[in-house]
């Protein structure tokens, strides 16, 4: 009786290992696939965030309404069938106070940066900037703040200001 108990109790060692190992290995699979789900998801956020405009920075210089913005911009341009072709910087009531058309694609530099001005602001006047695709519209990804305090990426959302869309000015053509 002794020794059928001890099989008895190996062969449930053993299932007990054996289920053990399996559930380990379950996890350890599901654990994978998250980990490697969730770096898929960061890919597809790279790919899908680098097939939209953005603006990157926005550095501010000059004199109280009379400022200078430089504004860094990353963009999927391919040539003038899609570029950015402007940034303007817009109160948040959606009144556009100043826009930098953009002569040409930045295919082969980016991201760039380009300045505009004067922007008749206040140091604290709290502003957006924003910009614009070809033939897409207007970018997801902004910036907010003053030329006092300095600005920080927002998201814009499409129902802001869609009007300036159309407002002049408007770039003729693009250049190359």
Known sequence: MRRARSHRQRVLRF???IAWLAAASWLSACTGSAAQSQGELAQNEAESDSAQARVISVDVSGEERAFTFAVEIASPDTGCDRYADWWEVVTPNGDLLYRRILLHSHVDEQPFTRSGGP????????VFVRVHMHPD????????????AGFSPVDVPPSFAPQLE???????????
């Open 166 to 176: 159309t407002a002049p000015p408007l770039p003729d053509d693009c250049a190359f």
């Open 119 to 126: 922007v008749r602001v206040a140091s604290a006047d709290d």
């Open 15 to 17: 299932g007990i290992r």
């Open 137 to 148: 519209g207007y970018a997801p990804s902004g910036a907010q703040g003053s030329a006092g």
